[in-house]
DNA sequence: CGCTCGATATTCT
DNA sequence: GAATATCGAGCGA
């Protein structure tokens, strides 16, 4: 029985990706004396990013010392530090027409560990834990250290595995981006209160 | 509720 | 020096 998906997965346009990984679960292991803690949480918001096709990617320039996972073999974390102060997690992905791309997180409905996640994040409001791209790394305790994990492998300390089946699913533009704004590479599920705060689904 | 701003790593100019 | 795939505190309405 396959429990994560696998390399075939994630070798597919990231925007592909993007879409089938909401309603996976995000899953993080820490070691906690003799015993493992368990911390996941279903994926409800992602983004696609690209390489020279994509103004808005880490990759559009090329390899870097920060980028270089987005080169690497596909279905791996690349963990990178934003703004100075949050860490954001994607797994890498991408087609064979192109040479590198990712899949960034942007928000998990919490489903196990919730209690060691209120820890981690000093907060209360289940709703808060992990609905944003830096929240959920904070929540996960996910840092540099997890940069290159393999995702696809059940017995990481950072994976993903198949979820449930998600409600509903739209595409809309990127989140917090200048370069590459025409492109409709966000992925969500509008019937969760779990996504990010900015992409927040009006309704009248 | 919405707006401004500080924190400050990585990369580019 | 400036921009960036962010968040939360502080402030005013």
Redesign the pocket.
Same mark, same amino acid.
């Given at each position: 029985m396959t429990e994560c998906p696998d390399r075939q997965f994630y070798s597919r346009p990231t925007a592909a990706v993007a879409r089938d990984l909401v309603g996976m679960k995000l899953v993080r292991t820490l070691e906690s004396g003799a015993a493992n803690l368990r911390i996941a949480g279903i994926i409800v918001e992602t983004?696609a990013?690209g390489h020279t096709n994509d103004g @808005?990617?880490? @990759?559009r320039?090329?390899a870097? &010392? $920060? *980028?270089s996972v987005?080169f690497g073999a596909v279905g791996r974390a690349?963990v990178?530090?934003?703004?100075? *102060?949050?860490y954001?997690v994607?797994v890498s992905a991408r087609s064979r027409e192109v040479n590198a791309g @990712?899949v960034?997180i $942007?928000a998990l409905e919490p489903v196990e560990g919730i209690e060691i996640m209120r820890k981690l994040?000093h *907060?209360e409001n289940v709703l808060?834990l992990a !609905?944003?791209?830096? &929240?959920?790394t904070?929540a996960l305790n996910i840092t540099?250290s997890c940069n290159g994990v393999d995702m696809t492998d059940p017995d990481t300390d950072l994976h993903i595995e198949y979820g449930s089946t998600p409600r509903q699913i739209i595409a809309t533009q $990127?989140?917090?981006?200048? $370069?590459g704004t025409a492109k409709k590479w966000r992925f969500l599920d509008p019937t969760t209160s779990y996504v !990010? &705060?900015?992409a927040q689904i009006k309704v009248r």
């Open positions: 983004e990013y @808005a990617s880490h @990759a320039i090329g870097t &010392k $920060r *980028n987005m690349y990178y530090f934003a703004y100075g *102060n949050h954001c994607n @990712a960034l $942007r994040r *907060n808060s !609905s944003g791209p830096g &929240k959920l904070q540099g $990127r989140i917090g981006i200048a $370069r !990010s &705060k900015k």
